[in-house]
């Protein structure tokens, strides 16, 4: 199981950053991303880290966001600067075992960017 953490209400140009751990029984994760779901669109991926550290990204958050693995707690971290208000969303983090490719979800983190 995983838990998100870190989100909030930040004006436009301001900072939020998300955690995401692994709780309970421990699981060896390969690739870790963050998801984002706005109202009334469908889930997208944000940003993506795998087990080696090459990242991916949205082009939308390109130079803004920087993904991490978070060793210590088995998830990725989320760091989102430059905010603008269409980054408001539900950011999801997700992480895929290594064995097995089985998804794990995180509950959900509340991200509003407005004035």
């Known amino acids: 199981q995983l838990q998100a953490s870190g989100g909030g209400l930040v004006q436009p140009g301001g900072s939020l950053r998300l955690s995401c751990a692994s709780v309970g029984r421990f699981v060896v994760f390969g690739d870790m991303a963050w998801y984002r779901q706005a109202p009334g669109k469908q889930r997208e991926l944000v940003a993506g880290v795998s087990m080696f550290g090459s990242t991916n990204y949205a082009d939308s958050v390109k130079g803004r966001f920087t993904i991490s693995r978070d060793n210590a707690n088995n998830g990725p971290y989320l760091q989102m600067d430059s905010l603008k208000p269409e980054d408001t969303a539900v950011y999801y983090c997700?992480?895929?075992?290594?064995?097995?490719?089985?998804?794990?979800w995180g509950q959900g983190a509340q991200v509003t960017v407005s004035s």
């Open positions: 997700n992480a895929k075992t290594q064995r097995g490719g089985i998804d794990y």
